[in-house]
């Protein structure tokens, strides 16, 4: 549950943080030492978080977009139900799960995209 809550609030700063870089660049209105304050807030801001994600062994974990965090997601709900129902489920088990969803993941993208490839092939054939 913790993992998921986790994950849910990586995504909310990401995109909280995304959309202050936005701002930060495109607002026109703003006068650039205001953009240069702005600018400083948010390099303490990702400091202070990746700080923090350090010494909470946030490293441990590679996460290399989304579909990592989503999947993440998944196997915490999946691991919390597990324990619901009485089954142990540990850190390494949780990190297996994670890897096969990561390699099916891979397995279905690489199946649409030959699928996509033979599609056009047909289309140019016609």
Do not use: H
């Amino acid at each position: 549950l913790l993992e998921l809550a986790w994950a849910v609030n990586i995504r909310d700063i990401s995109r909280t943080l995304k959309n202050a870089c936005k701002k930060l660049f495109t607002d026109a209105g703003v006068d650039m030492p205001a953009r240069m304050k702005r600018a400083e807030a948010i390099r303490i801001v990702g400091a202070e978080f990746l700080t923090i994600g350090r010494e909470r062994g946030g490293e441990k974990y590679e996460i290399k977009d989304a579909a990592d965090i989503k999947t993440r997601a998944e196997v915490a709900v999946m691991t919390t139900m597990a324990k619901a129902q009485g089954q142990e489920v540990n850190d390494d088990d949780a990190e297996e799960m994670i890897k096969q969803a990561r390699n099916m993941r891979a397995e279905v993208e690489s199946m649409g995209y030959e699928s996509n490839a033979s599609d056009k092939e047909e289309k140019e054939k016609a």
